[in-house]
Nanobody
Framework: VQLQASGGGLVQAGGSLRLSCAAS????????MGWFRQAPGKEREFVAT????????SYAISVKGRFTISRDNVKNTVYLQMNSLKPEDTAVYYC???????????????????WGQGTQVTVSS
């Protein structure tokens, strides 16, 4: 599975961005997917996850109420809508796929097997 993340960029605080992560190589419609981020000098951290069906989602406390994860299994793509962005959201954002089928939400990076290359999000104050 290859993952291509896009949609990052520079935005002012309070603004919005929508990240996309398109999978290729095989369908991921039966796999849980997630978004993680890594800021300079910090460890990678969980942002959001969605079950294979899209019926369950989970968010980090720091983004809950501002970010929304969704998926389109026909397009083999997962999205992260980010609203009310803050400077502390600045990071490289990575998407990931859990290779186990019919999986629920997964908050640990250890549960993911395939990772995208990351897309930079910079929020200015």
């Amino acid at each position: 599975v290859q993952l291509q993340a896009s949609g990052g960029g520079l935005v002012q605080a309070g603004g919005s961005l929508r990240l996309s992560c398109a999978a290729s190589g095989r369908t991921v419609s039966s796999n849980a997917m997630g978004w993680f981020r890594q800021a300079p000098g910090k460890e990678r951290e969980f942002v959001a996850t969605i079950s294979w069906s899209g019926g369950s989602t989970s968010y980090a406390i720091s983004v809950k109420g501002r970010f929304t994860i969704s998926r389109d299994n026909v397009k083999n793509t997962v999205y992260l809508q980010m609203n009310s962005l803050k400077p502390e959201d600045t990071a490289v954002y990575y998407c990931a796929v859990d290779r186990r089928r019919w999986g629920g939400v997964q908050e640990s990076s250890d549960e993911y097997d395939y990772w995208g290359q990351g897309t930079q999000v910079t929020v200015s104050s």
